[in-house]
Nanobody, 116 residues
Framework: QVQLVESGGGLVQAGDSLTLSCAPS????????MGWFRRAPGKERELVAN????????YYADTVKGRFTISRDNAKNTVYLQMNSLKLEDTAVYYC?????????WGQGAQVTVSA
């Protein structure tokens, strides 16, 4: 199976910044819509942000709007999630997702822990 390889998680203090990255394990897998979900302890999975391949239109959850930025580097076939002004409630496992009609891929998850 094609995998989405994530990196960049870690332990940070509130107010710090962190950037996640995600890229398919196969270079031939490209031109996909991509985004990030997260699952916090005791909560359901929620969509954080995504970016459309064709239009580059971006979506952000209200809880992260103004603090997080999703972007992609087509030359590197990589999507990024820049997270600024991190809060305790941002603590979660972040999952990269890629999709198009008839196909969907997931990353292994990156743990982001925000401490006081």
């Amino acid at each position: 199976q094609v995998q989405l390889v994530e990196s960049g998680g870690g332990l940070v203090q509130a107010g710090d910044s962190l950037t996640l990255s995600c890229a398919p394990s196969e270079r031939t897998v490209n031109r996909l819509n991509m985004g990030w979900f997260r699952r916090a302890p005791g909560k359901e999975r929620e969509l954080v942000a995504n970016i459309r391949w064709a239009s580059s239109v971006r979506y952000y959850a209200d809880t992260v709007k103004g603090r997080f930025t999703i972007s992609r580097d087509n030359a590197k076939n990589t999507v990024y999630l820049q997270m600024n002004s991190l809060k305790l409630e941002d603590t979660a496992v972040y999952y990269c997702n890629a999709w198009d009609r008839g196909v969907q891929y997931w990353g292994q998850g990156a743990q982001v822990t925000v401490s006081a």
